[in-house]
């Protein structure tokens, strides 16, 4: 999985990500520099809304999101 401080790999701390093409809830998104396996898609996605969610805990105005994964986290 990913470190709870936003979204670099565990084993060697690159931020990139591996998604493969043909995505379905149960696909391996791996990290782009060492290929750990960081979790589903689904599993995936939802860290990134928990990343999201903190961020604006920690903000005084809205955090825009254009990126669509970030999605289901409206009120982001």
Same mark, same amino acid.
């Given at each position: 999985?990913?470190?709870?401080?936003?979204?670099? #790999?565990?084993?060697? !701390?690159? $931020?990139? =990500?591996? %998604? $493969?093409?043909?995505?379905?809830?149960?696909? %391996?998104?791996?990290?782009?520099?060492? !290929?750990? @396996?960081?979790?589903?898609?689904?599993?995936? @996605? @939802?860290?990134?809304?928990?990343?999201?969610?903190?961020?604006?805990?920690?903000?005084?105005? @809205?955090? %825009?999101?254009?990126? $669509?994964? !970030? #999605?289901?986290?409206? !009120? =982001?």
């Amino acid at each position: 999985m990913l470190r709870l401080d936003w979204f670099h #790999c565990e084993d060697c !701390g690159s $931020p990139g =990500v591996s %998604i $493969p093409q043909a995505l379905t809830d149960a696909s %391996i998104v791996s990290c782009a520099n060492c !290929g750990y @396996r960081i979790g589903t898609w689904a599993e995936y @996605r @939802r860290h990134v809304d928990l990343a999201l969610r903190a961020e604006q805990a920690r903000k005084t105005s @809205r955090v %825009i999101v254009a990126d $669509p994964i !970030g #999605c289901g986290a409206a !009120g =982001v």
